[in-house]
């Protein structure tokens, strides 16, 4: 088999010198447009897009986003050229990344699909199971330091749930919106405040409609709308808080050189339900302590 049968897809020609160190890339069109007495160094274009060996998967998928690349050259320390990577390989390698961030956020990180082992599927999920434990015995210290002014008002026992569920939520979209677009290159370091501040007004603008919306129906519901007051507040509070606390956490973890898709899960869900249960439980006792 000659080598041109072991090249599929041929786009370019990198042009190297006498040491076979990267010089330049030639496209197949100026290489056959071009004037024929010209030399290779005339027409070929010295600005070449390369990758070192030892650069990490997901930061050439970035690469080749950011600059609609259909293949790209991979080189040595030295700059020697070693080889070429093709957006087919690309495909392979964001598919790979889906594939982990997905099992890292449901818990199942490591676990092959078609993994049969009692054994090994529970030691792969206890630790984010056990850090859930950990987080809802966090919660019920916190729930017991406001027993006085859960037993004079029973009523707000009632409404763990729904702030619980509305922190957890959406912190949990806001992390994955901020894992995802990590992971695809939208979202980066550089514009971490651009982010922030987007998540805040989306957070802002949630928050004050389910805010509302839940004051609305416990006023009614205990004809308080003292309480249902308390209630809308806290609910903006809340998902202003998630949503901040959730798009915020996956940049901590990317400074800290930790996968960003460990922020989300029961990491995510338990540390938005202690503190809505602070910022609920903390404002219905500042506001309605004197009362009950």
């Known amino acids: 088999m000659g080598p041109g049968n072991l090249i599929k897809n041929l786009y370019h020609v990198w042009v190297v010198d006498h040491l076979d160190k990267l010089s330049g890339v030639l496209s197949l069109k100026d290489l056959l447009v071009e004037a024929p007495d010209q030399g290779i160094r005339d027409i070929m274009n010295p600005e070449v897009i390369f990758v070192h060996a030892q650069k ?17 050259p991979v080189v040595d320390d030295s700059g020697m050229l070693l080889g ?69 008002i029973l009523a707000l026992s009632f409404f763990f749930p729904v702030i619980m569920g509305m922190g957890g939520n959406t912190g949990t979209q806001a992390a994955t919106i901020v894992v995802r677009g990590m992971a695809t290159g939208d979202i980066s370091l550089i514009n971490i405040k651009k982010r922030l501040w987007l998540e805040m007004k989306v957070a802002f603008v949630n928050g004050i409609v389910c805010g509302l919306f839940l004051g609305l129906i416990v ?53 938005n339900d202690i503190l809505g249960l602070l910022i609920y439980l903390g404002l219905v006792t500042l506001f309605l302590g004197e009362t009950v």
């Not at 519901?221 to 998902?239: E, R």
């Not at 996968?259 to 995510?268: R, V, W």
Request: glycine share 8%; proline share 4%.
């Open 56 to 72: 990490d998967q997901e930061e050439v998928a970035r690469l080749f986003k950011k600059h609609d690349l259909v293949n790209m």
């Open 84 to 152: 070429r990577i093709t957006h087919d390989d690309i495909i392979d390698v964001i598919e790979k990344e889906v594939d982990e961030d997905l099992s890292l956020m449901t818990g199942v990180m490591g676990q092959p699909i078609a993994e049969e082992s009692t054994l090994k599927i529970s030691r792969a999920r206890l630790p984010w199971l056990i850090t859930g434990v950990m987080g809802g015995i966090v919660a019920a210290v916190v729930i017991n330091q406001f027993e006085t002014t859960l037993e004079k």
């Open 219 to 271: 006023g009614f519901w205990f004809s308080d709308y003292a309480l249902g007051g308390v209630m809308a507040l806290a609910g903006a509070l809340v998902i202003l808080n998630s949503g901040v606390t959730g798009s915020a956490v996956p940049f901590v973890l990317r400074k800290c050189k930790i996968d960003p898709a460990l922020a989300t899960g029961p990491f995510i869900t338990t540390l």
